[in-house]
């Protein structure tokens, strides 16, 4: 079980440049989900995964964001004309749907923009 | 909508003090209950859970009740050591739709243990 791991874990980007975020869940795990935590915040809830289908999106998740998983491993998260205020960490996580499971958390990737 | 209230930090203790940090919740239906912990520099690991009303979670001595009467979820540790210096985070988790098993977070809790 080597975990799950998130790629880039640091990015600096300029605003109104494209980003793009990979995960690798646990190689069993068929659900995925993305959060994002800002400064001084808990996690909050972006976008959810059952093998390839997202079958959620918050109302955080602007136009600008686009999540996939094709053929149910790995996922990216894309953003679109970054902007100052879409810095934060983005959380990545993934579990088993039967039983229902604990969520296990990567590393998380670490956005800076300016 | 669902939230999770937790103690603000920081949190500064000696070695060996007891520790407790406080969490309550408003959600609807009957949520599981969780402690994550975040060491620095790495990613948020689950410390403990309880599933329904009176399970107790516990994990490297921490312990948690799940009080449904108070919506209380507080996190407790008889003797703090120097290496339980981290965030903690209490969350709930909420069935949503198709199977989303949506996780809802406090905004951590940042405790120092000092020698």
């Known amino acids: 079980d080597t975990g799950v791991s998130q790629n880039p874990r640091h990015k600096i980007t300029k605003r109104g440049q494209n980003v793009t975020f990979r995960c690798d869940p646990i190689s069993e795990h068929n659900r995925l989900y993305w959060y994002r935590q800002t400064l001084g915040q808990g996690p909050e809830f972006l976008t959810y995964?059952?093998?390839?289908?997202?079958?959620?999106k918050s109302r955080l998740l602007s136009d600008r964001f686009s999540a996939e998983r094709p053929k149910g491993s790995f996922s990216t998260l894309e953003i679109q004309r970054t902007e100052q205020g879409d810095s934060a960490m983005y959380l990545c996580?993934?579990?088993?749907?039967?039983?229902?499971?604990?969520?296990?958390f990567g590393p998380g990737t670490r956005l800076t923009v300016l | 909508g669902d939230s999770v209230t937790q103690m603000e930090g920081p949190v500064t203790l000696s070695e060996e003090a007891f520790l407790t940090i406080n969490c309550t919740y408003t959600?609807?239906?009957?949520?599981?209950l969780f402690w994550y912990v975040q060491y620095p520099g790495e990613g948020l690991q689950l410390l403990l859970k309880a599933t329904k009303a009176d399970d107790k979670g516990s994990n490297k001595g921490f312990e948690a009740t799940y009080r449904k009467e108070t919506t209380s979820f507080h996190l407790e540790k008889g003797s703090v050591q120097v290496s339980d210096s981290a965030v903690y985070f209490c969350?709930?988790?909420?069935?949503?739709?198709?199977?989303?098993?949506?996780?809802?977070f406090g905004t951590g809790t940042r405790l120092t243990i000092i020698p």
């Open positions: 996580a993934s579990s088993l749907s039967r039983p229902p499971d604990t969520q296990y």
């Open positions: 959600a609807t239906g009957y949520p599981s």
């Open positions: 969350a709930l988790m909420t069935l949503a739709n198709f199977g989303n098993e949506k996780l809802t």
């Open positions: 995964f059952q093998n390839e289908a997202q079958l959620e």
